[in-house]
């Protein structure tokens, strides 16, 4: 076969850095700090920070490979280590500080771990883990000088503004194979241990071509973007990367993700877009109703980790005038798989119509393959009726678990696709519609009750601000669906307006048998409602 004559250029992530400060040098970073006041500074202030600490990381004897984990919010330092690490070959191991304790501990045991910069937020959390932080030899407080843990038991704590006034602020980045690692992100370990996916700068920066591609114009110079989605959390979906590539703004809430520390930072920084789950989003609709008005240049919202409720989403279009674009995508995806991608006729369609549209996880991205199977495994047609088992494949997608045979084993088809653990139908037009995951479906005499579906009619109910369901025990059915809610502010509904209201939106043996309510649902370690504990706390419900 003939080959073409094009240079072999590698697909590395220090380019990134290096293009934004060259094309996109006056761009603001702005962060929220832990310490307190808006840190400001531009794409090449950035670069010259990055260059500093990439040059410290070297001198404290860092090497290609090793593990570099970190512990912190969304600020313009962690933004730093992204591109510090990666850029001298090294990994960079985010770690989610909402773990238990002992995931957190198994995750840097299983990534060997040798240097741990921390915010100064974590300081206790670092110091009751030591023991059991074996690999860890470097300990780094992510601050300066002036805001130093007076008192401490890790040794050696070394200060990360005292690393970069050291270092020299240029730098030529070494060179290597554009499969070398750059980054590991653990999965949240719902089910057994977390399971590390191992990024590579290929995959990092491809993931970036295809989120600019796929996002419509989100991506611009003049349109700030806001990651609520944690950078601990999958490369914060990987936005670090893509707005270095297209130069957006890039304004950091640091640790105060409350709605209305969001809104505050949202209109004195002039966000165009947001990117996060949906329980920041309630969140933030709560506060907007308060003022009676939304930040000034909000326009957009990207939604995923968990599906978003028809009337919310109508809700933020109707009364608010910002869009939603719903998302979906898996740590081991980079972790987008797919966005909502209108044509030019949906974009007419009634308000109505195009929120029934939205609803749906969206259209895969450009590089990600997609097909669900049966539970023979046999590919199922892509007619918006069929359903199955989603599997994945694409240079974004892993191809099996960190150091972790048996997981990879579970995971991967014998055609090398990867299983998702949802259940799913996709149309003919390509929009991929989840039905639920595997084992939060319901299954009751043997008919399968879908809880998103009856979150979403439960949600768009008056009085209810959000709502899950889990199944429980029934003795003629094997399962029935319970409906857990949260009550809006002041609403008085009940137990039978609620099923009342259900009655008219579903089918009569989809509706739950009973309705409990709670102050608050609980939510797992990336922000979803957490089906596992809900199911924990009801295990005992009788209907």
């Known amino acids: 076969m003939l080959k073409g004559q094009m240079m072999d250029r590698p697909l590395l992530v220090s380019s990134l850095i290096d ?23 531009t794409y090449a202030e950035t670069h010259a920070r990055v260059a500093r600490l990439a040059n410290a990381l070297t001198a404290m004897g860092v090497k290609p490979g090793d593990r570099i984990a970190t512990l912190a919010w969304n600020t313009h330092r962690h933004l730093e280590l992204y591109f510090a690490i990666s850029g001298i070959g090294a990994v960079c191991h985010t770690i989610n500080p ?7 501990a198994y995750i840097v045991r299983h990534a060997e771990d040798t240097t741990l910069f921390f915010d100064t937020t974590f300081l206790p959390l670092v110091e009751k883990l030591r023991a059991v932080f074996e690999p860890i030899r470097t300990y780094v407080a992510m601050t300066d000088r002036a805001h130093m843990p007076a008192e401490t038991n890790l040794p050696g704590l070394l200060c990360y503004e005292d690393l970069l006034a050291a270092a ?32 590579s700068h290929r995959s990092n920066l491809l993931h970036s071509f295809y989120v600019v591609a796929s996002a419509q114009g989100a991506f611009t110079s003049a349109r700030p973007v806001l990651p609520v ?12 990367f893509v707005v270095a590539l297209t130069g957006s703004p890039f304004v950091m809430p640091g640790p105060r993700l409350d709605g209305a520390n969001l809104f505050d930072l949202m209109e004195t920084t002039g966000v165009w877009g947001g990117w996060g789950v949906p329980t920041v989003w309630l ?7 308060k003022r009676g008005r939304k930040p000034a240049g909000l326009s957009r919202i990207l939604t995923g980790g968990s599906a978003m409720s028809p009337a919310t989403i109508a809700t933020f279009e109707r009364d608010w005038n910002v869009d939603i674009i719903h998302g979906w995508g898996m740590t081991e995806m980079s972790p987008v798989g797919s966005l909502t ?13 195009r929120v029934a549209i939205k609803g749906r996880q969206g259209r895969r991205m450009y590089g990600v ?19 199955g088992e989603l599997f994945v494949r694409g240079a974004t997608v892993i191809s099996g678990y960190y150091a972790n045979p048996a997981a990879t084993a579970a995971a991967m088809d014998k055609d090398g696709w990867f299983g998702t653990g949802d259940v799913a139908t996709i149309t003919e037009d390509g929009w991929l519609v989840l039905v639920d995951r595997t084992k939060d479906l319901v299954k009751s005499g043997g008919e399968w009750i879908s809880s998103i579906d009856v979150e979403n009619a439960a ?12 199944a429980v025990p029934h003795p003629k059915w094997n399962e029935r669906p319970l409906l857990v809610v949260v009550k809006a502010k002041d609403a008085t509904i009940g137990k039978a307006e609620i099923l009342a209201y259900l009655g008219t939106r579903l089918a009569r043996w989809q509706v739950p048998d009973d309705v409990v309510f709670v102050e608050a649902l609980p939510l797992t370690a990336t922000g979803k409602i957490s089906k596992k504990d809900l199911r924990a706390l009801y295990a005992d419900h009788r209907l």
């Open 98 to 104: 909402r773990l238990f304790p002992e995931q957190m």
């Open 459 to 470: 949600i768009g109910c008056p009085g209810v601000a959000n709502a899950a369901v889990i």
């Open 19 to 41: 293009f934004a400060a060259e094309v996109h040098a006056t761009v603001p970073v702005v962060s929220a700090t832990v310490e307190g006041p808006i840190h400001r500074q």
């Open 341 to 353: 991608q209108l044509s030019a006729a949906e974009e007419q369609l009634p308000l109505e119509e």
């Open 369 to 387: 393959e997609m097909k669900i199977v049966d539970a023979d495994g046999r590919p199922q047609p892509h007619d918006g009726t069929s359903q």
């Open 168 to 199: 020299s602020p240029s730098i030529v980045w070494p060179e290597f194979d554009e499969n070398t690692a750059c980054a590991l992100c653990y999965t949240s370990g719902t089910t057994g241990d977390p399971k590390g996916a191992l990024y």
């Open 283 to 289: 969140g933030l609709l709560d506060e907007m109703a």
């Open 229 to 240: 989605v944690p950078l601990f959390h999958a490369n914060a979906w990987g936005l670090p």
